[in-house]
């Protein structure tokens, strides 16, 4: 199989555009990084060549052929390289994968989005408590899911492995500890939900991983980027 050259347009502290780095990383795949600036209006080329709606990532396949949203710029990576094992060949565990990369994104993350950015006294307490709900159910999910033989018993998604659902999730796990430091909602901590044991230590394993911890800008610079955030 002959590999396409592959130029991705991305902007360091964006989270979304974090997976295609993270799937090019973990393929080893050679490509061309054209940073776009999202702190500015995008300039003219790129809305009309490249993204229209201004987003990253981005990734352009053999000049010529452009691929928008970042799970399906990072899928299409693993797919490139299927030995990786990014994507899990059985069925079940491809669709528990997608349904917790659904249920970060459209649960997940709008909770911690709310008891993080949001600063009215009356909500935080709320706002906190709707986040440990969720979380519950992510452990859930963590804690139920399918293994198969040669999986192993680590702390990824689906074993020793680290895969899809640990990458596509693992820019906003990087960015969790910004709960509480622009309010005063407390820390969600292990030693205050020890139930949560599963999600803590997928969470950790994570973030130690190598391409992870190279892909995300520091906790100072994250913590000054989001703080435009803060209502």
Known sequence: MTVPKL??????LCPYAARAVLALAETNQDHEVVPIDLAVPRPEWYLKDINPYGQVPALKVDDKDIILESLF????????????GLLP???LQRAQTRYLIHHWGARTQPA?????????????AANREALIVELEKVNKLLVDAHRVEGDGQGPFFLGDKFTFADLAIAPFLARFFLLGKYNDVKEISKA???QFERFFQWKEA?????????STPSQETLTNSYRKWVK
């Open 73 to 84: 710029v990072a899928e299409y990576i693993a797919d490139l390289h299927p030995n990786v």
């Open 89 to 91: 060949k059985d069925a």
């Open 7 to 12: 130029v991705l347009y991305n902007s360091n």
């Open 192 to 194: 205050e939900f020890p």
């Open 206 to 214: 994570v973030l130690a991983r190598s391409s992870v911890q190279k």
């Open 112 to 124: 911690h989005h709310k008891a993080t950015f949001i600063t009215d006294a009356a909500e935080i």
